[in-house]
């Protein structure tokens, strides 16, 4: 009689916990996963609203009954507990860095006569080009691990030259040309330049590093660039005032209606803050996928035709179509850029 009471309290203590998570069903991680990069990207569903209590850096998107999570991971183990009023959800989530010699190397380019200050809609005080540039890459870096999971390879991505925190390092590069000698080049032959002077650099090394050349002295489209082949993949900082330079900033700089000058953006669907900033962090992402020798080829939601304008959607639920590599995942399986 005492052993069929102590069975009916576990099967309702178990009914309880049901219950209780029931309201957030996380649908593409399992428990006990291992990641090779920091910042994940969570999905699934609930009914109710949710925020992150264990981890400081994270983001929060719902939509109807779906959520999107991003959380910045530290080395080793980490317990992701996710609250709703009904209850809390807990995952445990592990994260390994590697250090392989095939990295992506991000380079911030400045003028002979320059200075790090990049074209903005109003006079600010700090100019935070180099959050800014660390904040997309590990936004590029989730994005494929997800979409290649999701196309069946597993979390595969590529990797960037690292600081001591795990973040990407960005290099602060002045080249030997005036500000106006550089803004009256062609993209081709501003191109050319970057190359010549990645080549003087120490750290240069085109078998192992793909580089990421952004330079600052883009003003009123003059000096954007937007190439990739080979070992260099250039993106103008025409947006880069548009592009998130923390988590908790994410939502002000993907969710904004706010219109921009006209000078500020390339294309009439560009107008708001949010779309010229998504647009380009995916267009950088498309640009690197030059570099991964990809092709423009697949549906209009493809990474490498156009995309990468719903780049943002895939983390910010905002009605978009999410965006993709597409049948183009399997060159990227087999590239020695991502693993």
């Known amino acids: 009689m005492k052993i069929k009471i102590e069975i009916s309290i576990l099967l309702l203590l178990l009914i309880c916990a049901t219950e209780l998570y029931a309201d957030i069903n996380i649908t593409n991680f399992k428990d006990g996963e291992t990641v090779n990069y920091s910042l994940i990207l969570l999905k699934g569903k609930t009914d109710k609203k949710i925020k992150v209590v264990s981890h400081k850096n994270s983001f929060v998107s719902i939509k109807r009954e779906d959520f999107r999570v991003l959380v910045e991971l530290v080395p080793g183990s980490n317990e992701i507990l996710l609250k709703s009023r009904s209850g809390i959800a807990s995952l445990n989530v592990r994260y390994e860095p590697v250090n392989k010699k095939k990295k992506l190397v991000a380079c911030y380019f400045i003028a002979k006569d320059g ?122 900082s025409i947006a880069l005032q548009c592009w998130p330079d923390s988590m908790k900033n994410i939502k002000k700089y993907f969710k904004s209606n706010r219109k921009l000058p006209r000078y500020m953006y390339q294309y009439n669907h560009r107008k708001t803050l949010s779309t010229q900033g998504g647009g380009t ?53 087999k590239s020695e850029w991502v693993y």
């Not at 750290?203 to 990739?228: C, E, Q, V, W």
């Not at 493809?302 to 999410?322: A, D, H, K, P, T």
């Open 115 to 236: 200075d790090t200050e990049y074209q903005t809609i109003k006079n600010i005080k700090e100019f935070l080009w180099r959050e800014k540039i660390q904040m997309s890459l590990k936004l590029m870096q989730s994005f494929l691990a997800e979409d290649m999971y999701s196309g069946g390879f597993g979390r595969k991505t590529f990797h960037f030259l690292a600081d001591a925190n795990n973040d990407p390092e960005v290099k602060l590069i002045k080249m030997d040309l005036s500000t106006e000698a550089l803004q009256s080049m062609k993209q081709m032959d501003l191109y050319d330049a970057f190359k010549q002077c990645l080549k003087r650099q120490v750290m240069f090394d085109r078998k192992n590093h793909i580089y990421i050349a952004i330079p600052s002295f883009t003003r009123d489209k003059k000096a954007h660039i937007a190439l990739g082949g080979s070992y260099l993949a250039a993106y103008s």
């Open 281 to 333: 962090i995916g267009g950088m992402l498309h640009e690197v996928g030059h570099c991964f020798k990809l092709k423009h080829v697949g549906s209009k939601l493809s990474i490498m035709r156009r995309g990468f304008e719903n780049f943002y959607s895939s983390f910010f639920l905002n009605g978009m179509n999410e965006a993709s590599f597409e049948e183009q995942r399997n060159i990227l399986a």
